[in-house]
């Protein structure tokens, strides 16, 4: 049943799972070379700072993600909106998919940090977990389009890029620790490998977050009043509960 569930997470437990490779093989290497001078900007990044082409490409693509899908993002377009030639953005980017797993990495570094501070800032196992789970909810709702990259089959290839697979174990690893921690206290079950816990824990935390999710898109379109959006409103106005429950069946 668990295998089930933990499928549908690629953050950590794909790490576990993925053939290993040689880093030095498949790894991409950042590009170095410097950016040719911008042309005259047509976006709302007019005369982007010389050498931060990278960046401003990855910033104006999240932006688009936010209002249009993956699928109608053109490199040609992003290097219109930020002011600069049709063929810089290659230097980066040989492929959109490459622009992609930028993208996810950067989201999976804000991620990691956010569930980070959220873990260290309560002292309590309990407490601890609740803050981690809210957190991760939160990020995932004030960041659904690089949140969608994570879990979308069809734009990344976790198990053919390293970065992706060490980005997203570290992530994992924030609540891989908050639950050895537990079971070193005696607050979580011991019975169970941890991996096996935190995956079971991390596949609720998902389906909480792409709920709420769902009830944020009905709520902008109206759909306030059926029964799924109560439904849906109540599970995002009572997330700390929830995140109870999960706790409750892995506790010791």
Partial sequence: ??????????????????????????????????????TQ??????GYHHGDLRQALIDEAVNYLKENSADSLSLRALARAVGVSQTAPYRHF???????????????????????????????TGAAFIATGLAYVQWSVEHPETYQLFFDSKLLDFSEDPQLIDAGAR??????????????????????????????????????????????????????????ALALAGLTDNRADVLQLLMQSIRA
């Fill in 1 to 38: 049943m668990l295998t089930s569930n933990v499928s549908v997470v690629n953050i950590g437990v794909r790490h576990y799972n993925a053939p290993k490779k040689n880093p030095a093989m498949s790894a991409r290497k950042p590009d170095t070379r410097t950016d040719t001078k911008p």
């Fill in 94 to 124: 040989p492929a959109r998919s490459d622009l992609f797993v930028a993208i996810a990495l950067q989201g999976f570094e804000q991620l990691t940090g956010y569930l980070r501070s959220a873990r260290d800032a309560e002292s309590d």
């Fill in 171 to 228: 992530t994992f690893e924030v609540m891989l620790a908050l639950i050895r921690r537990g079971q070193t206290e005696g607050f979580f079950r011991t019975d169970k490998p941890t991996e096996e816990l935190a995956g079971l824990i991390w596949a609720g935390v998902h389906g909480m977050s792409s709920l709420a999710q769902k009830h944020r898109m009905q709520t902008a379109k109206g759909h306030a009043a059926d029964s799924v």
């Fill in 41 to 46: 900007a047509t976006g709302r990044h007019r």
